[in-house]
């Protein structure tokens, strides 16, 4: 008996982490097609929790190196069913260099291009508006050398 409810336990655990990484999968395939005509280079897959009221909401972070006079674009998508809507911003120390979101306007975009002035690690820091729980994907990719 034992081994039964040992066997069902890791069957279900196999089977949903294989269903939520192919939602993954799917998710970054329809953002990185919706990015237009460029070459993809790499993807920030983010699950967060609800930010607490009054609080700072949760963010992801990623660092990577960027090579002066190139053009890159980031874009954000939400999966279907999360709370909060994505929020992507590029920084280059704590300067911003791009967002999704312009607060002072509430205007959203899918993505933005950013031409890179300078080789150097800048951050990708990926929110949801209001603190709320969600899952999207952000998208690097490639648009042309300057």
């Given at each position: 008996?034992?081994?039964?409810?040992?066997?069902?336990?890791?069957?279900?655990?196999?089977?949903?982490?294989?269903?939520?990484?192919?939602?993954?999968?799917e998710l970054v395939a329809q953002c990185a097609?919706?990015?237009?005509?460029?070459?993809?280079?790499?993807?920030?897959?983010?699950?967060?929790?609800?930010?607490?009221?009054?609080?700072?909401?949760?963010?992801?972070?990623?660092?990577?190196?960027?090579?002066?006079?190139?053009?890159?674009?980031?874009?954000?998508?939400?999966?279907p069913d999360s709370e909060g809507e994505a929020?992507?911003?590029?920084?280059?120390?704590?300067?911003?260099?791009?967002?999704?979101?312009?607060?002072?306007?509430?205007?959203?975009?899918?993505?933005?291009?950013?031409?890179?002035?300078?080789?150097?690690?800048?951050?990708?820091?990926?929110?949801?508006?209001?603190?709320?729980?969600?899952?999207?994907?952000?998208?690097?990719?490639?648009?042309?050398?300057?």
């Open positions: 008996m034992k081994n039964i409810l040992k066997y069902i336990f890791l069957s279900l655990i196999f089977f949903t982490s294989e269903i939520i990484a192919q939602d993954n999968v097609a919706s990015a237009g005509n460029v070459t993809y280079l790499k993807d920030f897959i983010v699950k967060l929790d609800a930010g607490i009221p009054g609080g700072k909401p949760p963010s992801a972070k990623f660092s990577m190196v960027l090579s002066k006079n190139t053009q890159y674009r980031f874009s954000i998508c939400t999966a929020i992507l911003q590029l920084f280059d120390m704590n300067v911003l260099q791009g967002s999704t979101y312009i607060s002072s306007t509430g205007k959203e975009f899918p993505f933005f291009d950013f031409k890179c002035q300078k080789t150097g690690v800048y951050h990708v820091f990926i929110s949801f508006k209001e603190g709320k729980p969600g899952e999207s994907v952000g998208i690097l990719s490639f648009v042309k050398k300057l």
